[in-house]
Structures are given as C-alpha cells and as structure tokens.
C-alpha cells in the first residue's frame, strides 16, 4: 500500500501571507494526486486533481505542483476562509484504484 | 445539480448490524464510481472502498476488507454501506463521493453530507 506523508502537520499563516504544503508519496504515483480542503463539520471539497489542475470554480490563488513522489499545495495569499484542513490523496492501479489519502496539514490562523 | 444524500445519523450498541446509505441524483448514477471514506473523531480521511453502481464492481482498501460490505441498488441510485457487527471502534463520520474522471486524472468530485455513526453500549 502506497503511504502518503503530509508535512507540516499544522501551518501557521496571517492572512495574505504565502502557505506551501508538502506531500510525500512512499513509492511514484505518477500525476494521479489530488487535494482536498475539507473545514470543520463540513465534507471535503476538491481542489487539485492531476496534481496541478484546479477543480471547477477553485480560485486561481490555489495552486498545485510535482510528479513522482514529491508535491506541493501552495495558496498564494491567504484568505480567512481558507483556514481549514488540506488532504492529499493519491491512486494507483486503476480500474478501479487502490485510494490512499495523506493524514492531513491544519492551517491555522497565526 | 449533482447531489449525493446521504442517511442520517445512527446511534447503535456494539454487536449490532447497520446499514448507511448514499443517494446520488443530477447526474447518471451507473456511469461513475462511488467511493466511501471513514473520519474518525478528529483525524484523517481513510479511503474505504469503492463501487461503480452499473455492474456493481468493488474494490476494498485492505484496511476494511472483510469488515464492511459495500453494495449498490442502481434501480434507486443508491450506494450502501453495512457492518453485520459493530465495534466501538467503528464510531466515525462516513462519507460517500462520487469519482470523476478528467482524461486520465480521477478524483471524488462530489461528496454527500456524511453520516455519523456512534457505537456505544
């Protein structure tokens, strides 16, 4: 089973300030990465798919990067509403996949 | 509008059986997977399995093989989630989503509301 390893596990940001998160994969997933924001008592939402194309009505502000083992959430200047949870999820042997997600960075306001 | 809707919360004591559903409307039910993930209380998203309701293929993460069942009724549009037996550890929010596919890119584009399953005796 591929295991995912996000860093940092919390990030302290003030908003408008610039937040980079990582996501490690134990063994290439190729481009098959997506993130997820997902903000208290609600279900998570899709951002990155392809590990750098913004999902349908995502503000250009969120941006993906990376291939192979190594991948990066960047929000350029934070707003409050982005102060949430960000998973990323990879997948491998499709049809139809074995799903595995990253344990999750909180980005907290500073 | 696509939507997934899921059922509503379940308290159960340990031992009992369950079963959660997921409704999808707004779009062709048989055509896309659905995947379940479990939250537990304050941590992460763990992909459980996933099934795709037009021939009812699934898959299952090796973590929950053989303790859930995942099945689909595509005369209703509706994709389930059972336990014959509950443990305490089972308590968590349960998610469905659906997965879409961009050229050779996937991920769960849409999400139900979740459920939150309580086991307690």
């Known amino acids: 089973e591929i295991v995912m390893t996000q860093s940092p596990a919390t990030l302290s940001v003030s908003p408008g300030e610039r937040a980079t998160l990582s996501c490690r994969a134990s063994?290439?997933?190729?481009?098959?990465l997506a993130w997820y924001q997902q903000k208290p008592g609600q279900a998570p939402r899709l951002l990155i798919y392809?590990?750098?194309t913004r999902a349908t009505g995502i503000p250009a502000r969120f941006s993906g990067s990376g291939s192979g083992t190594e991948f990066t959430l960047t929000i350029s200047s934070l707003q409050s509403e982005d102060f949430a949870v960000y998973s990323c999820?990879?997948?491998?042997?499709?049809?139809?996949?074995?799903?595995?997600f990253g344990q999750g960075t909180k980005v907290e306001f500073k | 509008e696509v939507q997934l809707v899921q059922s509503g919360a379940e308290v159960k004591k340990p031992g009992e059986s369950l079963k959660i559903s997921c409704k999808g409307s707004?779009?062709?039910?048989?055509?896309?997977?659905i995947g379940w993930v479990r939250q537990m209380p304050g941590k992460g998203l763990e992909w459980m399995g996933i099934?795709?309701?037009?021939?009812?293929?699934?898959r299952y993460s090796p973590s929950f093989q053989g303790q859930v069942t995942i099945s689909a009724d595509k005369s209703i549009s509706t994709a389930y989630l059972q336990w014959s037996s509950l443990k305490a550890s089972d308590t968590a929010m349960f998610y469905c989503?659906?997965?879409?596919?961009?050229?050779?890119?996937?991920?769960?584009?849409?999400w139900g509301q979740g459920t939150l399953v309580t086991v307690s005796s």
């Open positions: 099934i795709y309701p037009g021939d009812s293929d699934t």
């Open positions: 707004g779009y062709s039910f048989t055509s896309y997977w």
């Open positions: 989503a659906r997965l879409y596919a961009w050229g050779s890119y996937r991920a769960f584009d849409y």
């Open positions: 999820q990879q997948y491998n042997n499709w049809p139809p996949g074995e799903w595995t």
């Open positions: 063994q290439s997933v190729s481009s098959n």
């Open positions: 392809g590990a750098s």
